[in-house]
């Protein structure tokens, strides 16, 4: 997979915990595991796990995201799911993605469609992710 592909797809499972007010998001850090599925290709892409620190005022966690290249063009609430589109331009590449993830307290679970353009060959990855509440921020 090409170096700025996988860079955007990290990115785009950084984002993808996105907490909003109103949701049901117990602040602190989180476990967050993503799993990529990508048509025609052979087997899966071993799941990655990192952590991150989650706030009720952070909507956005990475700081680095406008420097990526990418942005939030659409955010909503609806109970406790957050739906997102956003956008990101790498290498003369635009990169869309649509993304859901509902969050239950301690716990989220979402899926994030990933649509790369021509140069990438038209593909859409899917991103299935999960995280938990594993302590206090420090």
Known sequence: M???????????????????????????????????????????????????????????????????????TEMKTEGNSVIYKMECQQNGTTVKCDGKITYKGDSFEGTTQTHMGPAAGNMTITTIISGKRIGNCE
């Open 2 to 72: 090409p170096k700025n592909i996988v860079l955007v797809l990290f990115l785009i499972l950084t984002l993808t915990a996105i907490p909003a007010w109103g949701v049901d998001l117990n602040p602190g850090k989180y476990e967050i595991t993503s799993r990529v599925k990508m048509a025609g290709m052979p087997g899966e892409m071993p799941p990655q796990t990192i952590t991150q620190c989650l706030t009720k005022q952070d909507k956005v966690p990475g700081a680095s995201a406008g420097a990526q290249g990418c942005k939030i």
